[in-house]
């Protein structure tokens, strides 16, 4: 079923958009709620820039599943951070092994990534008249990044704030649920169309691989994203096999 809300405000929202499954979902989220929606995607260096390039195609399907959504869409806009590469010593900045470090981080950590990203949407926010600031981050299904935290997103917002002296809400619709859950609110946001358009053009892989299609998406499907993706899929599946049962045993 397709879970239509009216706009909670007036005030225009910016995404963080990677073009990843996160974050096309809290595009999806944001559009639904939002009379105004701008989304903002960064080139650091990261190995999967590729992800970049999943972006347009994933704001062109969403603006075609919905026509209140394509109203709302605004613009888009990509930042470089080329330094942040080059001050990261990571394997999502370099060309190295995937493995857990000595810190007990994996090697994709990229300190201060979520903190520099947000900080340069809020500035953009601020020139573009944008209160609300939606982000992707979760401490319930991902790898242990300390920046994508409730406590780290709430002490931020409330350091932008008083550092701009404006209201900024940063809102993480994923910070509590899984990524079955994540594949469950896409359906309750644009349904099947949704979920196959996220499924299909957006990118996890921190290999930047993309090539065969997957049931759960592209990916070499072996680096830590791909997995929790893969999951996250298998999970979802299987809710929607026993929901598909369940409403044909009460037929």
Same mark, same amino acid.
């Given at each position: 079923? *397709?879970?239509s809300?009216?706009?909670?405000?007036? $005030?225009?929202?910016?995404?963080?958009?990677?073009?990843?499954?996160?974050?096309?979902?809290?595009?999806?989220?944001?559009?639904?709620?939002?009379?105004?929606v701008?989304?903002?995607?960064f080139?650091?260096?990261?190995?999967?820039?590729?992800?970049?390039?999943?972006?347009?195609?994933?704001?062109?399907?969403?603006?075609?599943?919905?026509?209140?959504?394509?109203?709302?869409?605004?613009?888009?806009?990509?930042?470089?951070? $080329?330094?942040?590469?080059?001050?990261?010593?990571?394997?999502?900045?370099?060309?190295?092994?995937?493995?857990?470090?000595?810190?007990?981080?994996?090697?994709?950590?990229?300190?201060?990534?979520?903190?520099?990203?947000?900080?340069?949407?809020?500035?953009?926010?601020?020139?573009?008249?944008?209160?609300?600031i939606? =982000?992707?981050?979760?401490?319930?299904?991902?790898?242990?990044?300390?920046?994508?935290?409730?406590?780290?997103?709430?002490?931020?917002?409330?350091?932008?704030?008083?550092? !701009? $002296?404006?209201?900024?809400?940063?809102?993480t &619709?994923? !910070?509590? *649920?899984?990524?079955?859950? =994540?594949?469950?609110?896409?359906?309750?946001?644009?349904?099947e169309?949704?979920?196959?358009?996220?499924?299909?053009?957006?990118?996890?892989?921190?290999?930047?691989?993309?090539?065969?299609?997957?049931?759960?998406?592209?990916?070499?499907?072996?680096? &830590?994203?791909?997995?929790?993706r893969?999951?996250?899929?298998?999970?979802?599946?299987?809710?929607?096999?026993?929901?598909?049962?369940?409403? $044909?045993?009460?037929?």
């Amino acid at each position: 079923m *397709i879970m239509s809300l009216q706009p909670s405000s007036t $005030d225009g929202a910016l995404v963080v958009f990677s073009g990843g499954q996160d974050s096309a979902t809290c595009l999806a989220w944001a559009l639904d709620r939002f009379s105004r929606v701008e989304t903002l995607g960064f080139d650091y260096g990261q190995r999967h820039a590729v992800e970049l390039t999943c972006r347009d195609t994933l704001r062109d399907g969403m603006a075609a599943l919905q026509d209140d959504w394509k109203e709302r869409l605004g613009p888009d806009h990509t930042l470089e951070l $080329d330094a942040l590469g080059k001050v990261s010593d990571t394997a999502l900045t370099r060309d190295t092994e995937i493995q857990m470090t000595e810190s007990g981080l994996p090697s994709t950590f990229v300190p201060g990534r979520n903190l520099i990203f947000l900080s340069f949407a809020a500035a953009l926010a601020y020139r573009r008249g944008l209160r609300h600031i939606v =982000t992707g981050v979760c401490e319930t299904d991902y790898s242990g990044y300390p920046d994508c935290r409730d406590d780290t997103i709430k002490a931020l917002q409330v350091a932008l704030n008083l550092g !701009m $002296d404006s209201r900024f809400v940063l809102h993480t &619709p994923l !910070m509590w *649920i899984d990524k079955a859950q =994540t594949w469950q609110l896409a359906e309750s946001l644009g349904g099947e169309p949704l979920v196959t358009l996220i499924n299909h053009e957006s990118h996890s892989c921190y290999l930047g691989t993309r090539g065969t299609l997957h049931a759960w998406g592209h990916g070499c499907g072996v680096c &830590p994203a791909c997995e929790l993706r893969k999951a996250g899929w298998t999970a979802y599946e299987a809710l929607r096999e026993s929901r598909t049962s369940g409403n $044909d045993s009460h037929g």
